[in-house]
């Protein structure tokens, strides 16, 4: 089999046409298509975010907040806003199928949580707090060797 710079140059390229790239999300490379990367390309220079904001507003009952990226493998942003402090809380990070290496979530909340559980999905968690404080937060990165999530924030 050739490599990439072995093979032919192409004068031009349609929608149809497919294109090799790397999918960090599964770790093997994939194909896409002409229609797929100019898709991409739009939605990237339109500033499509990539991130998905959950906010969720509760009056001081335990609360759980299940991470979902419109995109998967996307960041997300989970904010949570209370007000009253929370005894407890759960956060649910991505799922094997919504994740990907370097994929980051952000949580803040504006009050106190007295008890946090964050559910890594099946992902091991290193640094995750039991706890916040009123405006806290925390920022975990994925890494998909390992498949840990890491407190990095």
Known sequence: MPTIDQL???????????????????????KVTGEQLADYVLAAI????????????????????VVLPATPGGNAWALITLSVPAPAGTIILPGVDDRAHGQEVLVTCTQAVAVLTVNGSG????????????NGYFRLRFDSISSTWYRIG
């Open 8 to 30: 032919s140059q192409a004068s031009s390229i349609s929608g149809a046409d497919e294109l090799a790239l790397f999918s960090k999300r599964n770790g093997d490379t994939r």
């Open 46 to 65: 339109d500033g499509e975010p990539d991130e998905t904001i959950y906010s969720l507003t509760t009056d001081g009952n335990s609360f759980t907040v």
């Open 123 to 134: 992902a091991a968690l290193a640094g995750a707090p039991g706890s916040l404080a009123a």
